[in-house]
């Protein structure tokens, strides 16, 4: 069995572990993002106010040494609030340009739906193209270039929920939930102790990140199993209760994290069960319901679910 080299592995292992003493609980989400980040995706957190989504964004941005930013959206907000803009410097008699707050490594997108569809598109635009154009000039993001966006799905009113394309550009989806009794008694002692959020140690910086990120790519995906992701793909566009199915970039995406979920389990290939670990984050988001079954209680996740049923799994 071939398996990652011992120093990324090291640096895996540093990772998960620091996040996990500092993002309590949560095991399994941290994985994912973790996956994410090292596939170069990025990820659309859907929860309630209170369960640690900005905690878990700049605890990322301190354990791999970079600059952490947040926006918290607004409706009056402008897409120059967050790109940037050109000002005109009097003592050098030329517009000069303001970076925005994207110029991070790791952006928290704090409740993205709150603002219009015009400055969602401007964010969207720099997740996909990494650079922002501004009077004709472009200016290219930092490297590494994370986001963390978030939206509440308990209120509904004055917001503007991102559109099918707009949600296809995020590599994950991502619910956090409420943490297990013993874990919530564990934050609320900790806090109780100390007001300051707990600070996560470095374990690696942005080269480290990018040798990782060159090993996923270097994951092999057997070409049977590379198959039963596409089906997977394909079988929500069959799905009855499915209006518009998962996109061929779904498909990229769905093995672009299966190779990072693999290396972060320490395997330099893909098995059948990586790629149903990251199937519902990658593919649910991105299946739409016909209206009449939205309404009887069918979520996207339950189609994702039957999918992973019906499709015969390759035999190893």
Do not use: W
Request: proline share 7%; net charge neutral; with cysteine.
């Amino acid at each position: 069995m071939s398996s990652t080299p011992k120093s990324l592995q090291r640096q895996i292992t540093a990772f998960l572990e620091e996040l996990d003493g500092v993002f309590l609980g949560k095991p399994e989400v941290t994985r994912l993002c973790l996956a994410a980040l090292v596939a170069d995706g990025h990820v659309l957190l859907e929860d309630v106010p209170g369960t640690g989504k900005t905690l878990l964004a700049r605890t990322i941005a301190q354990l791999i040494s970079s600059h952490f930013a947040r926006v918290q959206f607004t409706p009056d907000m402008l897409p120059s609030d967050i790109v940037g803009f050109s000002m005109y410097n009097e003592a050098e008699k030329r517009f000069v340009f303001v970076p925005g707050p994207v110029f991070a490594n790791v952006l928290l997108a704090d409740e993205i739906n709150r603002t219009t569809p015009r400055t969602q598109s401007a964010l969207l635009e720099c997740m996909e193209e990494r650079q922002v154009t501004v009077d004709g000039k472009s200016h290219p993001l930092e490297d590494p270039f994370f986001v963390i966006a978030t939206q509440n799905p308990v209120e509904q009113q004055g917001v503007y929920p991102l559109p099918e394309a707009q949600l296809d550009r995020f590599l994950m989806q991502l619910r956090i939930g409420y943490p297990d009794p013993a874990t919530e008694m564990a934050i609320v002692e900790r806090r109780e102790q100390s007001l300051a959020a707990p600070v996560a140690t470095p374990v690696m910086t942005g080269d480290g990140l990018r040798d990782l990120r060159a090993a996923a790519v270097a994951v092999r995906v057997d070409r049977d199993v590379r198959e039963y992701g596409v089906q997977l793909v394909r079988a929500t566009r069959r799905h009855e209760a499915v209006s518009l199915g998962a996109s061929p970039r779904a498909a990229v995406f769905l093995l672009r994290a299966a190779k990072a979920y693999a290396l972060i389990r320490g395997r330099d290939f893909v098995t059948p069960r990586d790629i149903q670990e990251v199937a519902l984050p990658v593919l649910a988001h991105r299946v739409r319901l016909k209206p009449q079954v939205r309404l009887g209680g069918t979520r996207p996740a339950d189609v994702v679910q039957t999918v992973l049923k019906s499709v015969d799994v390759p035999i190893a």
